[in-house]
């Protein structure tokens, strides 16, 4: 066992030889509704996160279990109000990757200043707490907070993460956990959170269990640890009436904005 997943471990690092960390200059990161819904689309696929489309947390009783992905998909489509840059909500920020980085073998000569096109290759939840339902039953968001309010429409929340099949182990969700905590803040938010997952030496994790976001992605985006409900999950937060909340946040802002 143990030597099969060290040979796991050196084909994923082979897999990403040649392959250089994202910059933030090269991403643009924006509302889900200001994109077409095809970008989306191509961000999940049609595996993995491609079978949930971010169903989780935003639905609770039969439709979770007996569903079709086609019906997910569906719903997906209609909370993110795609295609409609004139809506008043969405359900999440999709992210950019700027075709001049997305091969950086190509002739070094080439002119880099023209305008090129860009690929959807990201996504990540982010929206009022109350709006996910599922989360009102789930130890791991309440545990060791007796005072939380589960009806405070102010405190957001981070769900899920996705990266584009190609496109990761380059650190894109620093990039969107950043611009998560801007878009919050700039839309009324007293506080945002995620539910992230505890990464332990030794310990392989699956890419499907880190669609919450791993703890250190929460951290550098400047989110700290409230509470520890189990050895593998940790609520961290941010308020935005702090001034550390304010910093971050003005920080983040400038992530999410249009292409």
């Not at 009783?61 to 840059?85: H, I, S, V």
């Amino acid at each position: 066992m143990e030597r099969r997943a060290m040979e796991r471990r050196a084909m994923e690092r082979r897999a990403m030889e040649g392959h250089r960390p994202l910059t933030p200059s090269s991403l643009s990161i924006v509302p889900a509704n200001q994109v077409p819904w095809d970008d989306l689309k191509a961000v999940f696929g049609d595996r993995d996160s491609g079978r949930c489309n971010c169903q989780r947390f935003k639905t609770r009783g039969w439709f979770w279990e007996q569903a079709t992905d086609e019906q997910r998909r569906a719903q997906l489509r209609d909370q993110a109000n795609c295609d409609d840059p004139a809506a008043t909500s969405t359900t999440g920020l999709v992210a950019y990757l700027h075709e001049q980085d997305q091969d950086h073998d190509r002739d070094r000569n080439q002119d880099r200043g023209q305008d090129r096109q860009a690929t959807p290759v990201g996504w990540v939840a982010v929206e009022p707490r109350t709006e996910y339902p599922r989360l009102l039953g789930l130890p791991t968001v309440w545990k060791g907070r007796p005072d939380e309010e589960k009806d405070d429409d102010s405190v957001w929340a981070v769900t899920c993460f996705v990266v584009r099949k190609g496109y990761r182990r380059r650190g894109l969700t620093y990039a969107l956990a950043e611009a998560a905590v801007g878009y919050a803040r700039a839309n009324g938010a007293r506080a945002l959170e995620g539910y992230a997952m505890l990464t332990q030496p030794g310990r392989e994790i699956t890419w499907g269990e880190l669609h919450v976001g791993a703890r250190q992605v929460f951290a550098e985006a400047g989110l700290a640890e409230v509470s520890r409900p189990s050895v593998r999950r940790a609520v961290m937060r941010i308020d935005f009436t702090t001034n550390d909340g304010a910093a971050a946040g003005s920080t983040a802002d400038d992530r999410a904005e249009s292409l």
